[in-house]
């Protein structure tokens, strides 16, 4: 593994041409040059001293074994994309994970029908989706970088190559483009929402979506025009590219540039939102970062979903289901974060917000919420994918998951006629609920090899149950089933034969619940 060397400190001047709300006069552009003081690597966390200053370059090609084609931050990794030097040479497509410093972590092999490889990246708040001139857009994991072929859906049939491409979480729609054809919106199923072909596109190589713009909801679109990586301003309500421009400097070590794939992302730093953009370069190929929209300090989050039973099906008649919700605050102050759940139907469509959104103020550790969801007789028969969302509603998801549940074409049993969510509260939510004061739950160590002791204290006596379960919602052992009086209460949980891996306890008194997860690690 070679680490890269990279300039610590670099003068450039970023040429920014803004009509509107951003100058003097609509006919009268402002040309602005601002100085930046440091190029990285830097730690996130810094910032500059203002929007669209270039905080990160790095020559990526020197330790890739192709050519660079989308990049972006996501699961704490830049993402970059290569590509062959034909649509008939394919084992050299890779893709490749970079730490924040711009190190070079290690490299997966595209699958085999990548053609040419995958141009750009977008991020759901889950998954990374690659798109490519095969008929599949590609999704992977950005935590660990393996292929999740589940999720992989059909771009649209006209569009011959989905060469850029950007998400929109508010109506979970995607938008691509291509040289010399229209720009779409299109869904999960490959239909064509919008189409249109805006001028002055050049050649588009790279989309952002960027709804916390002061402008107003932006689509960036990373232009191979004059200069070579400029990124003009798309209004997504009314269709329009505005005359809006900004260019990216001529990066560090290179003679010339064109645009690449480009990605905003908003867990790079706590304090501003940031563009990673790939610049395909002579003489290398670098990935970039620029600063962005400044955003209010939001904690760093986990958010786990977790069925307390799995599978889960749904009789013809409707039904309910439960999970826990855990949500960790991974930094050691507290800070706002806003939870909302929603579903994928199993005609494609997505339908958010389901619960929320609430804002919740989280000290450090994790919050638990036990919550109820009703499937009515009336939904749609098949697959559905519920999940849960953490970040600013709608336009920013730090961090999401989901499970799955089947609703069925038989079974008969009480009719259930809405879609009502119930359990532990938010704040904010009309639902009444009584807060879990009967006991308080914990565990010592955690994490913990191979044993730990729970000790759980009661304000009543009654009859308790304390169960261990996996994160797939599978039973693993009660280790107390019975009568228990008032007071404080010791058992020894025993990992010795299970798998490293996260669990979850409940215990439950009197008819009320409430959970905590522990983690083993061997």
Not at 9 to 28: D, E, H, K, R
Not at 193 to 212: E, H, K, R
Not at 448 to 460: A, K, R, S, W
């Amino acid at each position: 593994m070679k680490k890269l060397s990279i300039p610590l400190l670099l003068a450039v001047t970023i040429m920014t041409t803004v009509a509107g709300a951003y100058g003097p006069s609509q006919n009268q552009p402002v040309i602005n040059a601002d100085i930046s003081p440091i190029l990285g690597p830097v730690s996130p966390g810094y910032e500059p001293d203002v929007i669209w200053d270039l905080i990160q370059s790095v020559n990526a090609q020197a330790v890739t074994t192709n050519l660079l084609l989308g990049a972006a931050y996501a699961g704490g990794y830049f993402w970059v994309s290569g590509g062959g030097t034909s649509s008939a040479v394919t084992t050299d497509n890779k893709y490749y994970r970079f730490s924040p410093a711009g190190v070079l972590v290690d490299s997966f092999a595209q699958p085999t029908n990548s053609g040419w490889g995958w141009r750009d990246l977008a991020y759901d708040g889950s998954y990374l989706y690659a798109g490519c001139e095969v008929a599949q857009v590609v999704a992977f994991d950005p935590t660990n970088g393996q292929l999740v072929p589940t999720m992989n859906f059909p771009k649209p049939a006209s569009l011959a190559i989905c060469r850029a491409l950007a998400y929109d979480p508010a109506t979970d729609h995607f938008w691509s483009g291509n040289f010399g054809s229209n720009m779409m919106e299109f869904d999960r199923s490959g239909n064509i929402i919008w189409q249109g072909s805006p001028a002055p596109l050049t050649s588009v190589y790279g989309m952002a979506w960027d709804a916390n713009y002061p402008a107003g909801t932006t689509l960036w679109i990373h232009d191979q025009g004059t200069p070579g990586c400029v990124f003009r301003r798309f209004d997504p309500v009314t269709h329009i590219m505005t005359t809006e421009t900004h260019n990216v400097p001529l990066l560090p070590g290179l003679t010339s540039q064109i645009a690449g794939g480009s990605e905003m992302s908003s867990t790079y730093s706590t304090s501003y939102r940031v563009m990673v953009g790939l610049a395909q370069g002579t003489p290398a190929d670098n990935f970039f970062v620029l600063e962005m929209e400044s955003q209010g300090a939001m904690p760093t989050v986990t958010v786990d979903l977790v069925p307390l039973v799995y599978p889960i099906t749904i009789p013809a008649s409707g039904g309910s289901f439960s999970f826990y919700a855990f949500v960790t605050n991974e930094d050691s102050t507290a800070g706002n974060i806003t939870l909302w759940t929603g579903q994928r139907l199993p005609n494609g469509s997505m339908v958010v917000p389901m619960l929320g959104p609430y804002t919740v103020n989280l000290t450090p550790g994790t919050r638990a919420w036990f919550r109820g969801q009703n499937v009515p007789g009336s939904a749609l028969p098949g697959d559905y994918m519920y999940f849960g969302y953490a970040g600013t509603y709608p336009s920013t998801i730090m961090e999401s998951d989901s499970f799955a549940y089947t609703k069925l074409t038989t079974g008969n049993g009480p009719w259930v006629g809405n879609w009502d969510s119930f359990g532990d509260g938010f704040p904010g939510e009309t639902l009444e609920v009584i807060p879990l004061e009967h006991a308080i739950l914990s565990n010592y160590p955690n994490p913990f090899n191979p044993t730990t002791t729970i000790h759980f204290t009661l304000n009543v006596a009654g009859n308790v149950s304390l169960t261990v379960y996996d994160v797939n919602g599978r039973q693993v052992t009660t280790l107390v089933n019975g009568y228990r009086l008032a007071g404080t209460h010791d058992v020894t949980f025993d990992g010795s034969n299970l798998a490293s891996g996260v669990y979850v306890y409940t215990l439950s008194v009197n008819g009320r619940t409430s959970a905590a997860k522990m983690a083993l690690v061997k």
